[in-house]
Nanobody, 126 residues
Framework: QVQLVESGGGLVQPGGSLRLSCATS????????VGWFRQAPGKEREFVAT????????YYSDSVKGRFTISRDNAKNTGYLQMNSLKPEDTAVYYC???????????????????WGQGTQVTVSS
């Protein structure tokens, strides 16, 4: 069982930055692939980024590539999403999710992830 808790959301002006954290319980964090997803009001959940268990492989949606960076610290059982050059269209509730790591697989499909956090609100507005 994996429990995920996001933090770091808030209100930021366009062009600003935020870093989201995803703290997990348990001693097997390194066994899991971690993904970030987001959902804006009235829209479907959208894939943002995912990172392999080792941190060596990452995969981003086109909408955030070059602006967001996903990372993890297995010693701290924590995943991160650094968000730079934020735009109003990045406004959403951001969720971290985890799935048991599979060799060579980084999935953008939310249905592949078995554990989810409660979400943290990110609002980009002047």
């Amino acid at each position: 069982q994996v429990q995920l808790v996001e933090s770091g959301g808030g209100l930021v002006q366009p062009g600003g930055s935020l870093r989201l954290s995803c703290a997990t319980s348990g001693r097997t964090f390194s066994s899991y692939t971690v993904g970030w997803f987001r959902q804006a009001p009235g829209k479907e959940r959208e894939f943002v980024a995912t990172i392999s268990w080792s941190g060596r492989s990452t995969y981003y949606s086109d909408s955030v590539k070059g602006r967001f960076t996903i990372s993890r610290d297995n010693a701290k059982n924590t995943g991160y999403l650094q968000m730079n050059s934020l735009k109003p269209e990045d406004t959403a509730v951001y969720y971290c999710a985890a799935e048991i790591a599979r060799v060579g697989v980084l999935s953008p499909m939310g249905g592949e992830y078995g554990w989810w956090g409660q979400g943290t609100q990110v609002t980009v507005s002047s």
